[in-house]
């Protein structure tokens, strides 16, 4: 048998699984996400225009979780099939041996390894960065609002004061305003009978249009005063300056966390180790855990490769807690978790050699 047409032949397969497990679990996570996010849009804390940027972004966050058990499952999958159509049987028969299948599979998991290497020390991190600021920027906007209604509020560092009698519920409409500004070499009196306000998207400003008003301008102390009506006058209003600070250890760079001697700065970093190094041990795990016996359902194993990705990253968990508690040495890591699992893996492999001998 032409070793090559079979390897393509298993990439192929397992590719078009892992493919779809990727994209039916993804679709699941970001729709979680986008619900939640929904419901913070809902209360008016975030625009609708950020939705589907704050959703995507956290998306880059969830394949670092999503490959490793995405990949088990798409090989157990392809070869689940493989074994209840006797191919394997045949490629058996025809001179390639278990060890032929880890070929193409090993490959992809090195690729995908080093995808997940990339995601989970550089672009999750970032990717989790941009969505936290773009969320918390954008409710510091909407909070930041010059009307409030039956109440004077200033603004600009008390260079402007705001009333408004009424305001609607969703903060755009405003009954009858009156404002008091302070220009350059003057300062202005406004009264409008309405108006209305929103937020520019792009600079954050508040843009305030007052409507049928009369603007007094001048001097305080000069009895001349500068009278004006007005049909429309806009006022923009820039929000007070935005430091952003992240206070979620799993957001924080890579370099920061290999800087710091915080235990819970290192459990971190192990795990973000972790999720590469899972990669390749469940690739191993998963030809193994696929062997069907004849009559076997093609999807009966499954269940076996979900118990078993759980058990790993409950103990990937438990390392990580054990960690950051001080309980377990730093330099100790997460690699007893590794090392349980890939011995049970080779051991499996190893007794599947022994019974096709």
């Known amino acids: 048998m032409n070793q090559r047409i079979l390897d393509r032949y298993l990439l192929r397969e397992v590719l078009s699984a892992w493919a779809a497990v990727t994209f039916i679990l993804l679709a699941i996570m970001i729709a979680t996400r986008f619900a939640s996010v929904l419901g913070v849009a809902a209360k008016g804390e975030l625009p609708r225009e950020l939705l589907m940027n704050v959703a995507l972004l956290s998306s880059l966050r969830y ?4 490959i490793p058990v995405s990949l088990l499952l798409g090989i157990m999958l392809s070869l689940g099939r493989l074994y209840s159509d006797n191919e394997i049987t045949a490629m058996t028969a025809c001179g390639s041996g278990l060890g032929r299948l880890y070929r193409p599979f090993l490959g992809l998991a090195a690729v995908l390894t080093g995808l997940t290497a990339a995601l989970s020390f550089s672009i999750g991190p970032w990717a989790g ?3 936290d600021f773009l969320v918390k920027d954008a409710k510091r906007l909407v909070q930041f609002t010059p009307f409030e209604a039956g109440q004077f509020k200033t603004v600009a560092g008390g260079r402007a004061v705001f009333y408004t009698d009424s305001i609607s519920a969703d903060g755009r409409n405003l009954g ?11 300062s202005s009196v406004v009264v409008a009978d309405h108006g209305d306000q929103q937020i520019d998207t792009v600079t954050g400003d508040r843009v305030v249009t007052l409507r049928n008003g009369h603007r007094y301008s001048g001097t305080p102390g000069d009895a001349a005063y500068e009278v004006s009506n007005f049909d429309a006058l806009t006022l923009r209003l820039s929000p007070p300056p935005f430091t952003y600070l992240n206070n ?8 920061a966390l290999l800087g710091s001697d915080d235990p819970k700065d290192l459990a971190e ?8 190094v899972s990669v390749l041990i469940l690739a191993l795990l998963a030809v193994p855990l696929s062997h069907l016996r004849p009559r076997q359902g093609r999807y009966s194993k499954i269940v076996f490769g979900i118990l078993a990705y759980l058990l790993y990253t409950n103990l990937l968990g438990v ?6 508690k001080g309980q377990m040495p730093t330099g100790f890591g997460l690699w007893w978790a590794h ?3 890939l011995g049970a893996a080779l051991w499996m492999i190893r007794r599947r050699q022994q019974v096709v001998a």
Not at 63 to 66: D, E, G, H, K, S
């Open 63 to 66: 394949l670092v979780i999503l």
């Open 339 to 341: 090392a349980l699992v």
């Open 129 to 131: 960065r941009q969505a």
């Open 319 to 324: 390392g990580q807690a054990w960690i950051g």
């Open 269 to 276: 970093l192990h795990f973000r180790i972790a999720a590469p």
């Open 248 to 255: 979620q250890r799993k957001l924080s760079p890579t370099a």
């Open 176 to 186: 009858r305003v009156f404002a008091e500004i302070e220009e350059t070499a003057a």
